[in-house]
């Protein structure tokens, strides 16, 4: 049976997408016309940030995003380009964004998915070259097509996700999605415009000697979070941490690691957003055999109440993530 043949290295991610659909004999296509509506935008946003250093479309635009943070100039462009290429590529409805405070009816009535991303993450790395990200989080929609998307379709718990993935705009850029069948990784050749396949069924390691977290704030972690992070410098793991959560979490999905974002004093559910950036990459992980948990339970089990809402996250090797769970456990 040749759809169970797993795809050589260098397959263009179109035809993986197309191959991956054989598998499924009534699938319709749409799912795989919607991800290669994110592929496109993804290249276009891929030229825009490749250029943000040479005139002069990066630093503070003057307005602020729906979180009271300075929003910069390209978040504002990346947060178009994606609206645009799910608009026009007809199969969503309904899409919410970090960047906007409402959910946004794309006129696509008929579409059955929506759509949650982060457009352009990392945001405070963006004019000083470091590596930023695009998050994206696919559901099928609950209520009858024919009308706008409501926000039911939009707070789905995690669990019920058919797609999710990342674009890492690193020294190479990178696609990285899952479909719920294991995770592909596609680097991007600028010169040809295509994705390849260059990081097939993608398995995180099951421990890891890499923890991630801002310990600028270790002042007002939690018992249970300093004494993880003591187990972890008591056990020599190395410190990394970018400040760009795409890269932090792409480096410990390959390598092996936890990142951790707790409550904090100045951020006390956490900062990172349920629906835009936990979620989607809970599912990744959980896929590639890792774990995500805000502490006491599975990410993807969350029930959300706002689109905007927060949530602390450990995520990374299932070891470890389980470990700082114990810990967290223990301080009661
Ligand atoms: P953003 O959505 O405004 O870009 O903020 C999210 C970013 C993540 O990429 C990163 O992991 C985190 O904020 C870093 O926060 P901090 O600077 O508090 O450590
Ligand atoms: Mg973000």
């Known amino acids: 049976d040749h759809n169970k043949l797993a795809l050589p290295v260098g397959t263009t991610l179109d035809r993986f997408i197309m191959r991956k659909q054989e598998d499924f004999p009534y699938a319709t296509g749409e799912l795989s016309q919607l991800l290669r509506d994110i592929a496109l935008a993804a290249k276009i946003v891929n030229r825009e940030i490749n250029r943000s250093g040479l005139i002069d479309i990066a630093g503070a635009y003057g307005s602020q995003n729906v979180q009271g943070e300075d929003q910069q100039k390209l978040d504002v462009i990346a947060n178009i380009r994606f609206i645009r290429a799910l608009r026009n590529g007809g199969e969503v409805c309904t899409i919410i964004s970090e960047e906007d405070d409402d959910m946004i009816q794309t006129g696509n009535n008929q579409g059955k998915y929506v759509v949650a991303i982060d457009p352009l993450d990392g945001s405070s790395n963006i004019d000083v070259n470091v590596s930023?990200?695009?998050?994206?989080?696919?559901?099928?929609?609950?209520?009858?097509?024919?009308?706008?998307?409501?926000?039911?379709?939009?707070?789905?718990?995690g669990?019920?996700?058919?797609?999710?993935?990342?674009?890492?705009?690193?020294?190479?850029?990178?696609?990285?999605?899952?479909?719920?069948?294991?995770?592909?990784?596609?680097?991007?050749?600028?010169?040809?415009?295509?994705?390849?396949?260059?990081?097939?069924?993608?398995?995180?390691?099951?421990?890891?000697?890499?923890?991630?977290?801002?310990?600028?704030?270790?002042?007002?972690?939690?018992?249970?979070?300093?004494?993880?992070?003591?187990?972890?410098?008591?056990s020599s793991f190395?410190?990394?941490?970018?400040?760009?959560?795409?890269?932090?979490?792409?480096?410990?999905?390959?390598?092996?690691?936890?990142?951790?974002?707790?409550?904090?004093?100045?951020?006390?559910?956490?900062?990172?957003?349920?629906?835009?950036?936990?979620?989607?990459?809970?599912?990744?992980?959980?896929?590639?055999?890792?774990?995500?948990?805000d502490g006491y339970r599975r990410t993807l089990e969350i029930e959300p109440t706002q689109c905007h809402e927060r949530c602390p996250v450990f995520i990374g090797s299932k070891e470890l993530v389980e470990q700082a769970e114990a810990f967290i456990a223990q301080e009661a």
Not at 141 to 154: I, K, L, Q
Request: net charge positive; charged share 15%.
């Open 132 to 157: 930023i990200g695009t998050i994206f989080s696919i559901y099928r929609r609950v209520s009858p097509t024919g009308r706008e998307g409501t926000s039911a379709d939009c707070l789905q718990p």
């Open 159 to 234: 669990t019920h996700q058919v797609a999710a993935g990342y674009v890492i705009y690193g020294s190479s850029t990178m696609l990285v999605y899952t479909t719920g069948n294991g995770v592909n990784g596609f680097t991007y050749e600028p010169s040809l415009g295509e994705f390849f396949l260059s990081h097939p069924d993608i398995q995180t390691p099951a421990t890891g000697a890499i923890y991630s977290i801002n310990e600028g704030a270790s002042e007002s972690f939690s018992p249970g979070v300093a004494a993880f992070v003591k187990h972890c410098k008591d």
């Open 238 to 293: 190395s410190a990394r941490y970018i400040g760009s959560l795409v890269a932090d979490f792409h480096r410990n999905l390959l390598k092996g690691g936890i990142y951790i974002y707790p409550a904090t004093a100045k951020n006390k559910q956490g900062k990172l957003r349920l629906m835009y950036e936990c979620n989607p990459l809970a599912f990744i992980v959980e896929q590639a055999g890792g774990r995500s948990s």
